[in-house]
């Protein structure tokens, strides 16, 4: 079996572990149905998270499931790739990035999906979208119509979309000025209002930053349930070439 297969396969054992937690396990239900959107898929280096209503910043570990609100911080070193649980979609958040992850689920399950995002660098991946996907930042709203592209934060909030792949619509908040950045460009919206397309020579694009990773043979999950109690779902298995 090739290694872009165990990565599917992988991906799969962990979305179904989070249905039967959030989805099938009425105990979970109330308190997970509506908040759970998302899963931690690759965790490495400094990477802190905060749930949602919290005060405490803990260790993003692999396999936790992320919530409406929850917030994440990369370091210096950090890595971390989340991964929708409504389409498959993924974010790779690189070093030193800021973001808080929201979404909305409709009747058919869709998330709304929001990504407010302070600082740093971010890979998106969708891959068959369903729900709407946002990057929010100080700036600028990117709304997904797209497959892959980097969002870029600079500490003045100025902000860069970059299109590998698919359209991205950005629209600058200052000035309410929208375009579209296509495969090959990048978009530049800044604090004053002002909104540019760049093309973007191919040798020059970024590709996924992680594109392929050893799938795990341990995988954990932890779950919250109405009373707020923790609890941890832990599966191993092997898979054989």
């Known amino acids: 079996m090739k290694k872009h297969t165990l990565i599917l396969y992988t991906i799969s054992i962990i979305l179904f572990i989070a249905l039967i937690a959030v989805g099938l396990n009425s105990e979970f239900a109330l308190a997970a149905g509506d908040k759970s959107i998302a899963l931690t898929l690759k965790v490495t280096g400094d990477v802190k998270m905060k749930k949602a209503g919290a005060d405490r910043v803990v260790p993003l570990k692999f396999g936790a499931v992320l919530d409406d609100g929850d917030w994440i911080r990369t370091g210096a070193d950090g890595f971390a790739t989340l991964i929708f649980t409504d389409d498959k979609s993924q974010i ?5 990035t800021e973001i808080t992850i929201e979404g909305k689920r409709d009747a058919q399950s869709n998330i709304a999906k929001r990504v407010s995002m302070e600082v740093g660098q971010l890979f998106a991946k969708v891959e068959q979208q369903r729900g709407i996907l946002q990057v929010a930042t100080p700036t600028s709203v990117a709304s997904v119509k797209g497959t892959e592209f980097w969002v870029i934060v600079f500490e003045d909030g100025t902000t860069q979309i970059v ?20 495969p090959g460009q990048r978009g530049e919206s800044t604090p004053d209002g002002g909104i540019e397309i760049h093309i973007v020579p191919q040798d020059s694009l970024r590709r996924d930053p992680d594109p392929g990773m050893p799938p795990p043979n341990l995988i954990e ?10 609890r941890r779902i832990i599966m191993q298995y092997q898979v054989n070439e």
Not at 92 to 96: G, I, P, Q, R, S
Not at 221 to 230: R, W
């Open 163 to 182: 299109t590998i792949e698919g359209l991205i619509e950005l629209l600058n908040t200052q000035s309410g000025r929208i375009v579209d950045v296509r």
């Open 92 to 96: 790779k958040l690189t070093a030193n």
């Open 221 to 230: 999950i932890e779950v919250q349930d109405t009373d707020g109690n923790i």
